[in-house]
């Protein structure tokens, strides 16, 4: 069972991904941790989508990356996020 969200899915290796990036918006990269599943993703990107300024999100379950662009979002906007969904934000990148 996933540990992450408890939804009752197995557990499983592989990426999860949201709608492509778009090219003209800035891009910063995130580690989340405790993400162990699609569900855990699916969570994670539908917060990180409500940040305003926000334009595409796209997780990497492998790696627990997860690259967010847009523009005129916050690391504390994305933190909050991440925390609603029910994970932990790891650090911040470019």
């Known amino acids: 069972m996933c540990s992450g969200c408890s939804c009752g899915t197995q557990d499983q290796d592989g990426t999860g991904t949201t709608p492509a990036v778009t090219p003209e918006d800035s891009e ?32 990497d379950l492998t790696s627990g990356a997860v690259t967010v662009s847009g523009s005129g979002f916050s690391d504390d906007e994305i933190r909050a996020a991440v925390e609603q969904a029910g994970y932990q934000l790891a650090g911040a990148g470019s």
Request: hydrophobic share 30%; aromatic share 4%.
């Open 28 to 59: 910063r990269i995130y580690d989340v941790t405790g993400m162990t599943c699609g569900h855990c993703v699916s969570s994670v990107s539908t917060e990180i989508g409500k940040v305003g300024g926000v334009s595409g999100v796209q997780v």
